[in-house]
């Protein structure tokens, strides 16, 4: 069983700082790309960065100069910088990750539970 468990969210003031993180565990063969979405209330869930293996990244125009994701490949782990918060960045972000869980399975996207971000003063 593959388990997706992200921390690092929080109450921050406009401007401010958070940074998440997001670990893969259980039965994992191997990882493809990782990544960020978020939900706002009375939004549909949007893509907000995505990392591949190789470094390759995508990021939502919305947060682009902002945010960075990284990964530590070797940890399972991706993270998500998030500078000069605004308040519509408010959401709850989830961890994404594209993975096979045996030698023999497809690609399959897995999720985090989901952590809450608010950005108010």
């Known amino acids: 069983q593959v388990q997706l468990v992200e921390s690092g969210g929080g109450l921050v003031q406009p401007g401010g700082s958070l940074r998440l993180s997001c670990t893969a565990s259980?039965?994992?063969?191997?990882?493809?790309?990782m990544g960020w979405y978020r939900q706002a209330p009375g939004k549909g869930r949007e893509l907000v960065a995505s990392?591949?293996?190789?470094?390759?990244?995508d990021y939502a125009d919305s947060v682009r100069e902002r945010f960075t994701i990284s990964r530590d490949n070797a940890k399972n782990t991706v993270y998500l910088q998030m500078n000069s918060l605004k308040p519509e960045d408010t959401a709850i972000y989830y961890c994404?990750?594209?993975?096979?869980?045996?030698?023999?399975?497809?690609?399959?996207?897995?999720w985090g539970q989901g952590t809450q971000v608010t950005v108010s003063s």
């Open positions: 994404n990750a594209v993975l096979r869980a045996y030698v023999a399975s497809p690609f399959t996207p897995y």
């Open positions: 259980g039965s994992i063969f191997t990882i493809g790309d």
């Open positions: 990392r591949t293996t190789g470094g390759r990244t």
